[in-house]
């Protein structure tokens, strides 16, 4: 009897589906346990939340968002609006967009163009709130003395900067602010201290001078004194005598004389008031040659005698020397040779002792060309040659060219017998003096070989 053939068994291509236990295909094993890398993943995070379960994110609030998402600038002027700071927030948004109007005003390639803008300078816009909000709210308390310092230290912080506009516009707002405290007029004269400093930097010395005289009014008669122990009122007049002064040099160059005398008399009045005689002296220095450079040496040389008499008494050599040098030339503008003289030779004396040499050489140079003229020929070769080597050591070839000629002259006014043949003048006299000139032989004192030079033997 056959037997039926045993049937095939079916083995499916894919796994069953009600198989409880199934072995995972190769491709299946190389991909990762979803879940398993779940539970690793919370397991290196932190403390597991649960089967499946992942770890609850911190809420953030729109505030904190914008936080992240909003410019520095921004945040800083929401704030300032969020608490009440209108006008701290009007003050810095101006100064943002008086910076950006400088910069689009000044163009591609200057200076500020290459600069960080304010608003993305985060310290700076740092500073401006914090000092910003504390002096309105000092204003509003009416502690304006707290006002005025929150104000001066803005200032301050930006005075060693870049950014001196911003200086001088807080301490613009210190001016302001100081009217209002009431300590006697101390900040008020602080302040106008402060602006005449501004000015002075911008070159606008008139104004600087109307901020100092107004400095000194408030400070006259009192003892305020500033760190260093100096009262305010000296360090005011000293800072009008050096206004004053540079107000006058441009004057001189404008040929403006008589204001600038006038403008220079107030300078020696304010240096008086210092208390330092170095300063009255140097005062009286600068009034003397205005008044010699406008053609009156008589009331120079009372200006000059002054400042002589007071460097004598300092042991001041260089203020010396200047003293003799300039004495000297208004004594020459009235004729009296013989004192300028003496004041000369005294200047080279002091000036060989400290560093004078370019007034040295100058010096030199007048007494050569004074002896010279008064026939004292040898004296004046002396000082020509030695301003001729005060001319090779400050490498000046112009100055050495110049002392160099004037060597010559003397040389040749030295030979008696050229310097008469040049007075008397005449052809044969010419004719003697250029065959000279030809040969450099002394023939002056040996008539033969004159003749010889003007007559050949044909």
Not at 97 to 110: D, F, L
Not at 164 to 185: A, I, N, P, Q
Not at 417 to 439: D, P, Q, Y
Request: glycine share 6%; charged share 25%; aromatic share 8%.
């Amino acid at each position: 009897m056959s037997t039926l053939p045993a049937m095939p068994q079916h083995v499916g291509f894919l796994p069953s589906i009600t198989s409880q236990t199934s072995n995972p295909s190769p491709a299946q094993q190389q991909l990762p346990n979803s879940r398993s890398w779940i539970h690793k993943k919370d397991k290196d995070i932190g403390p597991s939340h649960g089967l499946g379960e992942k770890p609850k994110q911190p809420e953030l609030s729109k505030l904190e968002i914008a936080v992240y998402k909003n410019s520095h600038k921004h945040n800083i002027c929401v704030n300032m609006l969020r608490e009440g700071y209108h006008k701290s927030f009007s003050e810095l948004f101006a100064l943002i967009q008086k910076w950006n109007t400088s910069r689009e005003a000044a163009g591609p390639g200057s200076a500020i163009w290459q600069e960080e803008p304010l608003e993305k300078q985060p310290d700076k816009l740092d500073q401006l709130q914090h000092f910003l909000t504390r002096a309105e709210a000092a204003q509003r308390a009416g502690r304006y003395e707290e006002m005025y310092t929150n104000q001066l230290s803005l200032a301050n912080y930006f005075n060693n900067s870049d950014d001196k506009w911003l200086s001088h516009h807080f301490f613009e707002s210190c001016l302001h602010t100081s009217k209002l405290v009431k300590d006697g007029g101390q900040k008020e004269a602080e302040a106008h201290s402060n602006m005449g400093k501004v000015y002075m930097e911008q070159g606008q010395l008139e104004k600087a001078a109307e901020h100092y005289e107004v400095f000194h009014h408030l400070t006259l008669g009192l003892a305020w004194k500033d760190k260093a122990g100096r009262t305010h009122n000296s360090w005011g007049c000293e800072s009008l005598w050096r206004i004053y002064t540079l107000l006058a040099d441009k004057m001189l160059e404008n040929k403006k004389h008589e204001q600038a005398i006038k403008t220079l008399i107030k300078a020696f009045e304010m240096a008086k008031e210092v208390g330092d005689k170095k300063i009255e002296g140097e005062a009286a220095y600068c009034v003397g040659l205005a008044y010699h450079r406008c053609g009156d040496p008589e009331t120079a040389t009372t200006y000059l005698n002054m400042f002589m008499e007071i460097s004598t008494a300092l042991g001041d050599s260089n203020g010396l020397g200047k003293a003799f040098e300039a004495m000297a030339k208004a004594l020459e503008s009235q004729g009296k040779i013989t004192e300028s003289v003496k004041y000369l030779e005294k200047f080279i004396q002091v000036a060989k002792s400290s560093d004078q040499s370019r007034s040295l050489q100058d010096a030199c140079m007048c007494l050569g060309v004074i002896y010279n003229n008064r026939g004292q020929y040898d004296k004046g070769c002396k000082y020509f040659e030695m301003a001729s080597t005060i001319a090779m050591n400050l490498g000046d070839l112009q100055l050495l060219e110049k002392a160099q000629v004037y060597i010559g002259i003397g040389k040749a006014h030295q030979m008696t017998t050229f310097s008469s043949h040049i007075e008397a003048t005449g052809h044969v006299n010419m004719e003697r003096v250029l065959a000279w000139k030809n040969s450099r032989n002394d023939m002056f004192n040996d008539p033969s070989a004159v003749c010889s030079k003007l007559y050949p033997s044909s």
